[in-house]
């Protein structure tokens, strides 16, 4: 698209810059046949011969032919400066309006320039009113002269407006690259907006990392305490396993112990009960 306009604009500067050397032409072309005029001119004053009245008719139509090819050229060279003008844009107001193409200052839709002026009144405008003053010289020309001045007429017409297109393609073109910019520079905007969004994005991604590391080390030392406690478990099921063994052994031997006091005292009462026999038989013995 940008590539596009970038091509369309360089073939209207391309058109401008050519646009010149066709006006340099022109107007060459117009001296050249100034130059012939006045050479003719002058050899209408050389002829003697023909009667004072008829000489200044025909020194007035050549005159009037000089005159007028002198103000076309004259409304072609400022045509050709207002057109050049680099910032023909500010100078008349001219704005691109959705729906209205281009407008001027007051929001108004631009007219054509050119196609509303009448040449053969430049042509013919001498201080005077153009209309009369065309009508008193109608009959100096004849219908080889206006043949040839509607034909000047059309090509001035022609490259005024040949100009006028041609600038407002590159008014039109220039608010085109404008919108185009307009929507880069909010496309860029665009853009800082989502990188900054993707940055905190970013931001918070890490903070939720740390986070989750920091979790992660809380989780193994969890864990790790679990294992602990589970091996602690262990090893006191091991020594109540070990107690209730050396239990088991202190009761045998409690109850081996037992039957061994009870032997004894068994032992100890029959002893008694001998000693007391003896001491009873001693007794007797003694009688």
């Known amino acids: 698209m940008a590539t596009g306009e970038g091509l369309d604009l360089q073939s209207l500067k391309t058109q401008l810059s050519q646009t010149p050397e066709m006006w340099k032409q022109e107007m060459a072309q117009m001296e050249t046949r100034v130059d012939a005029l006045q050479v003719k001119l002058q050899a209408v004053k050389a002829c003697l011969h ?6 200044r008719k025909e020194l007035e139509v050549l005159w009037e032919r000089v005159k007028s090819i002198a103000k076309l050229l004259t409304y072609l060279k400022s045509k050709a400066m207002v057109m050049a003008e680099p910032y023909l844009r500010e100078s008349y107001g001219v704005k ?4 209205a193409a281009l407008v001027d200052r007051s929001d108004s839709p631009l007219p054509s320039m050119s196609r509303d002026v009448d ?3 430049i042509v013919g405008s001498d ?10 010289r ?3 020309f004849n219908e080889k002269d206006m043949v040839y001045i509607d034909e000047l007429l059309k090509s001035v017409q022609i490259v005024t407006d040949l100009m006028e297109s041609l600038v407002k393609r590159v008014l039109l073109a220039e608010s085109e ?3 185009e910019k307009e929507k880069v520079t909010f496309g860029q905007l665009e853009i800082k907006r989502k990188a900054a969004q993707i940055e905190s994005m970013s931001l918070k991604l890490e903070e939720m990392e740390r986070f989750a590391v920091g979790t992660n080390s809380i989780l193994n030392e969890m864990r790790q305490r679990v294992e602990d406690l589970v091996e602690e478990t262990s090893r006191q099921r091991l020594r109540a396993e070990e107690n209730e063994v050396e239990l088991s052994r202190v009761k045998r031997d409690f109850e081996s112990l037992k039957s061994y006091v009870s032997s004894l005292i068994t032992v100890r009462e029959t002893l008694l009960s001998s000693e007391k ?3 009873t038989m001693e007794k007797l013995f003694e009688r």
Do not use: N
């Open 119 to 121: 040449l053969s009144l």
């Open 96 to 99: 691109h309006m959705e729906g």
């Open 50 to 55: 023909v009667s004072d009245e008829d000489e």
């Open 177 to 179: 690259i404008a919108i």
């Open 277 to 279: 026999q003896f001491q």
């Open 138 to 140: 109608q009959d100096c």
């Open 127 to 136: 201080g005077q009113d153009s209309l009369s003053g065309t009508a008193k």
